[in-house]
């Protein structure tokens, strides 16, 4: 059966803001405090959607989440109604209101690690959802997320979605951004390739020392586990610690691969030689293209700048593979020279598309982090909640529904405004009835 990849990129939400809350994402840091355009961003993230689906991909929608988070304020200790728990909190603990309102789950490639039915003993999609521990902001997400998930991939024939992993550090899962599948053909079983940042359990092993590695092995090993993987199917790469600390927060900042092409930054990994032969041998016969780019053509800094490698290698119906880009990288003279040429070489990417996601960029996240890749068969899709899916009239009503709901200007200041609250609660409301989600959100459920 014909089988493809689908993308499910996140909605950004109504509160996007610059928080400055991930420690060791430079672009978050350095933007702390800007002020921020929440409607611009969830457009350019809805236009990246629709020129995805007009490229012929299946392109889905994955919604954003409650925020501010009125239940974990509480449940933190701010008590009252909902304007004093907004007011104490951001009087008494501005950090927490702050990590409450975060949009932070519009970066899909964290909300869950997914595997294909092809790779899996049950013959299912499997999907966990990231528990995403390092940074607090972040593990706030992965209960209505899989709420989200389950109402997105319904049709439990098809799909299995599991519990996050316990939330401790020993087991820090960052989802998919850590995670590659090599495969000839979307439908035939494929080399699931885990990166982590870290052994939780073992203290001698290396790890970054400035930086926090977010990702565990122990966590890669427990989602191959869950998902019903071959060993002989997956390999366990760890990340180089030094790029973690040059502000690789995830190895989807330095490494992307789909079907036969890895496209990595020779820095990249630890053991890289072994590693790569290992994948070799696993992923067998045919042709498997490993695109190293060297330190010489471009450096650390820029890729981490430009986001070279958080982008999208698509499959397009016609078989030929392109680049979905940041503009950045268009603007970076490096960069920019270096995809010239690389559409040149005898690889299977023969295009670049440059796209505008500045809003999320500025928070360190790119087009890959944008979305989810869900492998899929036909018949796997028509399980799949028909309303989350893109086209050109969804495409119209979800950015009529941002239009009419969202600012256009967001300062830390407006995040304890009970008007934004109120707004943010109505538009989500509307939204679960657009992408016919149900009771997701807390306030539905209340
Ligand atoms: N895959 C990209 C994730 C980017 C995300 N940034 C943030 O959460 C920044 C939020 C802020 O600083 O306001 C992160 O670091 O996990």
């Known amino acids: ?104 789950s519009m970066w899909t490639a964290n909300a869950a690690t997914v595997s294909p039915s092809a790779d899996s003993a049950d013959g299912k999609v499997h999907f966990t959802p990231a528990n995403l521990v390092n940074k607090f902001h972040r593990a706030i997400e992965h209960g209505v997320t899989g709420r989200i998930l389950k109402a997105t991939f319904a049709d439990p024939r098809h799909f299995a979605h599991h519990d996050a992993l316990p939330a401790h550090e020993m087991f820090g899962d960052e989802g998919a951004a850590n995670h590659t599948r090599l495969c000839r053909d979307y439908g035939q079983a494929g080399v699931q390739l885990f990166v982590y940042g870290q052994h939780g359990s073992d203290p001698s092993a290396p790890k970054p020392s400035r930086y926090p590695a977010r990702q565990t092995l122990e966590a890669s090993q427990a989602v191959a586990r869950l998902h019903q993987l071959d060993e002989g199917n997956t390999v366990f790469v760890q990340q180089n610690p030094d790029v973690i600390d040059q502000g690789v927060f995830h190895n989807d900042v330095i490494a992307v691969g789909n079907q036969n092409v890895l496209f990595y930054h020779e820095q990249a990994f630890l053991d890289t ?71 040149t070489r005898n690889t299977p990417i023969t295009k670049v598309h440059f796209f505008n996601v500045k809003q999320s960029m500025q928070n360190g996240g790119g087009p890959a982090c944008l979305r989810l890749r869900v492998a899929m068969n036909e018949q796997e899709l028509a399980g799949v909640n028909a309303a989350t899916l893109i086209d050109q009239s969804s495409h119209a009503s979800l950015s009529a529904w941002v239009n009419k709901h969202y600012r256009d200007r967001l300062t830390l200041d407006d995040l304890r405004d009970t008007a934004l609250l109120n707004e943010s609660l109505t538009a989500l409301d509307e939204l679960t009835q657009l992408l016919n989600l149900g009771s997701v959100y807390p306030f539905q459920r209340d």
Do not use: W
């Open 273 to 343: 030689q072994a590693k790569l032969e290992e994948i070799r041998h696993k992923f067998g016969d045919g042709e498997l293209h490993f695109i190293k780019v060297p330190t010489e053509s471009v450096s650390l800094e820029n890729a981490v700048r430009s986001y070279l490698f958080n982008t999208q290698i698509l499959t397009l119906p016609s078989g030929e593979m392109v680049i979905i880009a940041p503009t950045e990288c268009q603007e970076n003279p490096q960069v920019s020279a270096y995809l010239e040429s690389l559409v």
């Open 1 to 104: 059966m014909h089988a493809f990849e689908a993308n499910f990129d996140g909605l950004v939400g109504p509160t996007h803001n610059y928080a400055g809350l991930s420690f060791g994402n430079v672009a978050s840091q350095s933007n702390a405090q800007a002020v921020s355009n929440p409607k611009a961003a969830a457009l350019q993230g809805l236009d990246k959607m629709l020129s995805v689906r007009q490229l012929g991909l299946v392109q889905g929608v994955l919604a954003p989440q409650q925020r501010p988070d009125i239940p974990t304020l509480r449940q933190l200790g701010f008590g009252g109604n909902d304007a004093n728990v907004l007011q104490k909190a951001y009087e008494t603990a501005p950090h927490l209101l702050m990590a409450c309102c975060s949009a932070s």
